[in-house]
């Protein structure tokens, strides 16, 4: 793993890298690139509104994580940080696609403020419906119901996935993205409010 002060760039992204690039995704690439990087500084400028200092930004096999101490943050405050990735996505898709025509840049935004939006807590979405279940009922509750929701949609993305892989030679890289948001599901999920983690 790479470190440089917070950044931290694990050697399974550069295998990703390096897997989309000998896949022939490398015109896709920068597009979704681009994408991630619009979805990211969403957060951190949402995290930098709220005053929520960031602790660490890694980049994964699965995509990036940040970690900011929201501790201070109430419900919403922490649940708008961490919409505001996907909410960029959308709001950047729609620039491209009504202002400048560019309708495939629009639909990288589209797909990635969408994947991210899932209610699987590796994603922005389990995380926002973490919080609104513990702001709404409570922490455990809001465990046991996002352990739930969370498994069952990330089983049925990886089986779409999988069978799209499988049927139509298509999807390998949607399956590596299911697989990402079913495999940190098997250790049981965290029930603290002491730092947001954010995923693309």
């Known amino acids: 793993m790479w470190k440089s002060g917070k950044l931290e760039v694990s050697w ?9 690039l000998a896949a022939g995704a490398g015109t896709v690439l920068p597009l979704v690139a681009l994408s991630a990087l ?28 940040i970690r900011a101490d929201t501790r201070r943050l109430s419900y919403p405050r922490e649940l708008f940080c961490t919409l505001a990735g996907p909410g960029v996505n959308l709001l950047l898709a729609l620039v491209f696609a009504r202002v400048t025509g560019d309708y495939v840049l629009a639909g990288a935004n589209v797909l990635l403020g969408a994947f991210n939006l899932l209610p699987v807590p590796s994603l922005d979405g389990g995380r926002a419906l973490h919080l609104l279940a513990s702001w709404l009922a409570d922490p455990l509750a809001a465990d046991r119901l996002c ?13 779409v996935a999988l069978v799209l892989t499988i049927r139509h030679q298509a999807g390998l890289f949607l399956l590596l993205a299911a697989a990402g948001t079913l495999l940190p599901q098997l250790p049981p999920v965290g029930g603290g409010r002491r730092h947001a983690s954010t995923h693309i």
């Not at 399974?12 to 989309?20: N, T």
């Open 38 to 65: 619009c979805h990211e500084l969403g957060h951190l400028a949402a995290l930098g509104m709220m005053g929520a200092g960031v602790e660490r930004f890694r980049l994964t096999a699965f995509g990036a994580e």
């Open 147 to 159: 352990r739930r929701v969370g498994l069952g949609c990330a089983a049925l993305l990886t089986a």
């Open 12 to 20: 399974g992204f550069a295998a990703m890298v390096a897997l989309a």
